[in-house]
């Protein structure tokens, strides 16, 4: 598991610009919406979630959410979406497949209406495979607001971190219009991330180290990565030098830095057997950068590394 506490003081001119507030409001939801996720915890996996349908709760207009994981043969609901566009807020009411049950309570799953320095307690709705309808996150806060190139243009991006650790430790990255594009929300335990997004079939989102497979519209594909336990990077944050440590050192590995937006912006080695490698990333712009660590199967990784 690669969880990392992550502070994204991201650069405008490179990675993230400082969002315009005066940018009109980007819904969510729409008659379908499809997210690709893949989750990494003792092996990885990725799952399909979509929105199917329309149901009314309590006099309230809900979208279906199924997903794939919680029943590979027969996909099966697992929660209701509800927006409120004015209030630029995405509500959410879970559902057990075991049981049949469904939370009468309504919960605020996202809010965009916050800026920077608001605080909002968050209950965590396990959205891929239902637990506890009372499960909390506890308290996360807006540490920064910023904007993201998306397929289909600029989207407003809010990083939140857990003030307390009632639930879980990890920090977040909510994009307006696709929801969570990293950190817990996504799935509880491991570590996750947002493959690609489509809205109405249209691909609007897609994170730089999903496959293609992942993120065809058509296919429910096996993202390649192999156990990410074997590696960790420090310091992280870092400043001046980075640590790549490998646990198999038997292993060949290729491995680069590359920005959010998929470019490569510093090669580490090549086709390499090692235990320990360090890198300089003192002339690094601050912001977020992954380390994409291959190996000889084609089979590839991720690292979170935030430059200060």
């Known amino acids: 598991m690669f969880c990392s506490k992550i502070k994204a003081f991201l650069f405008c001119s490179l990675l993230f610009c400082q969002f315009a507030k005066a940018q009109a409001y980007n819904p969510m939801l729409s008659d379908s919406n499809t997210w690709y996720i893949t989750t990494c915890f003792e092996g990885c996996w990725t799952d399909v979630v979509w929105t199917s349908g329309d149901t009314t709760l309590g006099g309230l207009q809900y979208k279906i959410v199924r997903s794939k994981r919680c029943n590979s043969t027969s996909p099966c609901i697992i929660a209701f979406f509800r927006e409120d566009t004015l209030q630029k807020k995405v509500y959410v009411r879970k559902y057990s497949q075991d049981v049949g049950f469904k939370d009468t309570t309504e919960f605020v799953y996202y809010d965009f209406s916050l800026v920077q320095g608001d605080s909002i307690y968050l209950f965590d ?3 891929l495979y239902p637990r506890d309808v009372r499960d909390t996150l506890g308290w996360y806060r807006v540490d920064t607001v910023y904007s993201i190139s998306t397929l289909v243009g600029i989207r407003k991006l809010l990083f939140l971190y857990p003030v307390n650790f009632i639930g ?4 977040m990255n909510w994009v307006e219009s696709i929801g969570a594009i990293d950190g817990p929300y996504l799935y509880g335990g491991g570590d996750s991330w ?11 989102y897609s994170s730089w180290y999903g496959e293609d497979t992942v993120c065809d519209f058509t296919n429910v594909g096996i993202n390649e990565v192999f156990p990410s336990q074997n590696f960790s990077v420090f310091p992280n944050p870092t400043n001046n030098f ?15 830095l590359f920005d959010v937006a998929g470019r490569e912006v510093l090669p580490l080695f090549t086709n390499k057997r090692l235990s320990t490698f360090n890198f300089p990333t003192e002339g690094l712009p601050p912001g977020l950068y992954f380390v994409k660590i291959t190996n000889e199967a084609g089979r590839a990784i991720p690292l979170k590394l935030v430059k200060q």
């Open 125 to 127: 709705p396990q959205i």
């Open 168 to 171: 879980c430790c990890e920090n």
């Open 194 to 204: 947002l493959n690609c997004f489509f809205r109405n079939e249209v691909h609007e």
């Open 242 to 256: 980075t640590t790549l440590l490998v646990k198999d050192k038997e292993t060949m590995l290729t491995a680069s």
